[in-house]
């Protein structure tokens, strides 16, 4: 191992390099830290949480208890909660198979856009070619782009190269729509990396290649993960580039409960369970990587 990934390992993060002072979560901390803004802070987080829990608790009611009474009224009459309604989603072919489908074009999407925005913020960061300024003025213009002005346009030319109403279609238009803000987040923080210390690794031999994976990977690691998240939680619960360029005979998660609705009324024995299935894997990716995200939006507040 040499000198400067010790330095990487040991320092967790660009701002770890000769920081002296306390960090801003710290300081946050210190002046917060008082048992009236907690009890705050925790109302808050209940008020918030409240749509969640009544959403689950819905689930767990039977269709006719749902037309009767609010979710509240399961405090008062626990002997109400049944899974029937879990199990009538889960014999839901389509339903559950639009749970796969929401996986297969997420993933993808997810891991495209992190992978060609670290590229690429490395290369605008640190890599000196022609018109590198002007090119990155061309990513922050398209930040200002909206979907809706790229649907028609972008459906034509799926529609000639036979990628419309396909999920590889859907993986294109969400990675080329996530690529400018992930260019412009990772390249501004890569450039904050000490040039010393990326000068040393060269002088110990380091390519770019090995720069790029030994010593700025490491070092903006919480802003990939934060990127990661916000990327994922946009795909997953996107709805509107789904109802269009997404294969209707299988539909990812959010057209598929959008397709449950009834004429007449909500098929809710299936949409309360599967829109809180759909809740709660962004949940669930939110909570496992929330110490990165964390990291990555206080090193962005503190740069």
């Known amino acids: 191992m040499t000198a400067v990934e010790g330095v990487v390992r040991a320092g967790g993060g660009a701002g770890a390099v000769g920081r002296a002072r306390p960090s801003l979560a710290a300081r946050l901390v210190a002046r917060t830290g008082g048992g009236a803004v907690r009890v705050f802070l925790v109302l808050v987080a209940l008020f918030w949480l409240m749509p969640s829990v009544g959403l689950l608790l819905s689930s767990l009611r ?3 208890r749902i037309g009767e009474s609010g979710w509240w ?3 008062a009459e626990p002997a109400q909660i049944t899974f029937d309604n879990y199990g009538r989603l889960l014999s839901n072919g389509k339903v559950m198979g639009s749970l796969l489908t929401t996986a297969e074009i997420t993933v993808p999407a997810t891991v495209l856009v992190v992978v060609i925005g670290a590229l690429a913020g490395y290369a ?3 890599m000196d070619f022609a ?3 002007g090119w990155f003025l061309v990513v922050v213009g398209l930040l200002v782009v909206p979907v809706q002005v790229a649907l028609i346009p972008v459906a034509k030319l799926f529609g000639a190269v036979g990628l419309f109403e396909t999920t590889a279609g859907v993986i294109l238009f969400h990675t080329a729509f996530g690529l400018p803000f992930a260019v412009f987040l990772l390249r501004n923080f890569f450039a904050e990396i000490p040039r010393e210390l990326l000068e040393a690794a060269r002088l ?3 390519g770019e290649l090995r720069l790029f994976t030994r010593v700025v990977l490491p070092l903006g690691g919480p802003a990939i993960a934060s990127l990661g998240i916000f990327q994922f939680l946009w795909v997953w619960n996107d709805m509107l580039v789904a109802l269009i360029f997404a294969d ?3 539909p990812p998660i959010t057209v598929a409960l959008q397709q449950e609705v009834r004429q007449f009324g909500n098929n809710i024995d299936v949409l309360a369970p599967g829109a809180f299935l759909s809740m709660v894997v962004p949940l669930i990716v939110f909570f496992a990587f929330q110490r990165q995200f964390v990291s990555g939006v206080m090193a962005g507040a503190v740069k």
Do not use: I
Request: no cysteine; net charge neutral; proline share 6%.
């Open 248 to 250: 209707s005979g299988s």
């Open 131 to 133: 018109g590198r300024d």
């Open 204 to 206: 110990d031999g380091a």
């Open 62 to 64: 039977s269709p006719q």
């Open 73 to 75: 009224r399961v405090f």
């Open 124 to 126: 605008f960061a640190w």
